[in-house]
């Protein structure tokens, strides 16, 4: 019969594994002195994991398990086996039938594993394999983030040992000790399990009956499964993230703000902390901001729109200004722009409310209203400090968009961003609020509209057929035989036929034509038609070119851009 070692490399070599002489010499290490080596096998990087466990099941002769789980059997398989000891060992509970447990595992070769379920668990227990990948997933999926933790922390609240606790005051503070260190552990399960997932935000909202928490993924808000008893520890778990921002734990009636730097997995991420009071208890909102690069080639701008920002850029003074709702991407363009012109010989300050990102060699001020650091003031100082360049975070009202405008017409190039559906209606907000017409149109070189839609996966996305109406909303002849795109679902997308987001871009210029009109106070409309008459391509053309590129899908496109 042939030994174990020569199985594996032989099960390595079919897999394409081309470091077999490595692998051998950490298999036999591993047996000659007892230490797991499949793990490390798999976290070097010798082998493809799936192809690889797979030909060890085949082996052994376990059964592969790698399915979905259905609603009711997350609840079914949570309650035979603990959390900790699931997470501990990493186990799975894939089944319950007949009275038998069936349970995952990625490492049949650890005695340990079988010999403490044994202990543990009243049933027989059926072994099945699968992939460490999946059974970390799957763990989320029927416990929940940080579900291990949460059980440690239940246990130190347990009636008796409460009373035990209170016979020495060591003890006691000991307790109190250890719960703080597992509300922090839960906390931190939660933040690194919003990294994984790629979340921008994370929300943690009291409610009634339990204790909510929902990332946001490629801008849609999806609820994560949480361990049942999470209620019971809500306001350590809000004091303890209120903590780590340097927040007043005591102020549990008024909204309050905050920030955090953390380092998790090698990532340094900075936190913007929220709390807002409810009925049912403080809500929290975390932003997490990561270090990122910044470069124009990261806002997928297509060739024509690019030659336009690129121009724009070049130029040596005037308002660049960007359009759109609350999360529409506006601060990252700002910071590409920034640093696409941040060179040794140009002097550039912002002024931002937060400070998103740092950026070398850029000054950076964060308006500060608890002192009186407005938009408006800090933009008077910038002025006294020799900018060449100057990005104001947000044009609210018409002192900040005066001081901008005098900035642009004494030679300073200024950046900064409007609330406005569209391109066009940032010349007519402008002059809402207040700015003369003759002002707006000599200062402002241009306005850029933008929206997020999310990415199709491009492991999963299907051909889609295109009916009738959907050449009509592209403007496509019926003739015409272009493949566009639908969202399937994948585990690397998480089902949802998605990974990730693109933005949608309309930049009107304010060419001498547009100038004359809003000299003379034109309508919005007769304004569009002059752009559109210069070759003005609209936000929601700009989508269906994506959509024709393979990128996203015509519903993501019709969800964001303004119909007219």
Request: hydrophobic share 40%.
């Amino acid at each position: 019969m042939m030994e174990l070692e020569d199985q594996i490399l032989l099960i390595a070599s079919a897999g394409g594994c081309r470091q077999l002489e490595r692998l051998g010499e950490v298999v036999r290490r591993a047996r000659a002195t007892g230490e797991a080596w499949l793990k490390e096998v798999l976290e070097a990087g010798l082998v493809e994991e799936e192809p690889f466990l797979r030909g060890i099941a085949d082996a052994m002769e376990m059964p592969w398990w790698d399915e979905d789980f259905g609603p009711d059997e997350v609840e079914l398989l949570r309650k035979p086996f603990p959390a900790e000891l699931a997470s501990r060992f990493e186990l799975l509970p894939v089944g319950l039938e007949g009275g038998e447990l069936a349970l995952a595992t990625w490492d049949p070769f650890d005695v340990t594993r079988p010999s403490v379920v044994s202990r543990l668990v009243d049933r027989p227990v059926a072994w099945r394999m699968s992939t460490r990948t999946r059974i970390q997933e799957g763990l989320r999926e029927i416990y929940g983030v940080g579900a291990d933790t949460l059980d440690e922390i239940i246990r130190k609240r347990d009636p008796r040992v409460e009373e035990a606790v209170l016979i020495e005051e060591t003890t006691s503070l000991d307790k109190v000790s250890e719960e703080e260190a597992s509300v922090l552990k839960f906390v931190n399960h939660i933040l690194r399990g919003a990294l994984e997932q790629r979340a921008t935000d994370i929300h943690l909202e009291p409610m009634e009956d339990r204790f909510r928490i929902r990332f946001r993924v490629d801008g849609a808000l999806t609820e994560i499964s949480a361990p049942a008893n999470i209620k019971t520890i809500q306001a350590s778990v809000v004091s303890r993230l209120k903590i780590m921002a340097r927040l007043d734990i005591a102020e549990k009636r008024l909204p309050q703000d905050g920030r955090m730097n953390l380092r998790l997995g090698g990532k340094k991420i900075d936190v913007r902390v929220a709390t807002i009071p409810s009925v049912e208890g403080e809500t929290v909102s975390l932003r997490l901001l990561g270090q990122e690069s910044f470069s124009l080639a990261k806002l997928g701008l297509n060739s024509s729109l690019q030659r336009v920002v690129d121009d724009l850029l070049a130029m040596p003074n005037g308002i660049i200004l960007i359009t759109g709702p609350t999360g529409s991407g506006k601060s990252t363009s700002l910071y590409c722009f920034l640093s696409a012109i941040n060179t040794v010989d140009r002097r550039i300050v912002t002024i931002e409310d937060p400070v998103e990102n740092k950026l070398a060699g850029v000054v950076q001020i964060a308006v500060k209203p608890d002192i009186d650091l407005t938009f408006a003031k800090g933009l008077r100082s910038i002025l006294r400090g020799d900018p060449d360049v100057v990005m104001v975070g947000e044009m609210r009202d018409a002192e900040t968009a005066e001081i901008a405008i005098r900035a642009a017409l004494t030679g300073h190039l200024v950046f900064s961003t409007l609330h406005t559906n569209d391109a066009i209606s940032g010349i007519t907000r402008l002059v809402d609020m207040g700015i003369e017409p003759f002002l707006v149109s000599s200062a402002v070189r241009a306005f850029l509209a933008q929206r997020l839609v999310r990415r199709l996966c491009m492991e999963c996305r299907k051909p889609r057929e295109l009916d009738a109406e959907d050449r009509r909303k592209l403007g496509w002849p019926p003739e015409a035989m272009e493949v566009i795109y639908r969202a399937e679902g994948c585990p690397r997308c998480r089902q949802t036929g998605y990974h990730g987001r693109i933005a949608l871009f309309e930049i009107v210029r304010v060419t001498p034509a547009l100038e004359e009109l809003i000299n003379h106070s034109a309508h919005r409309s007769a304004l569009l038609a002059q752009a559109v008459a210069e070759g003005f391509v609209r936000m929601r053309e700009d989508g269906w070119g994506k959509v024709r590129q393979g990128l996203t899908t015509i519903e993501e496109v019709l969800s964001v851009t303004p119909a007219s």
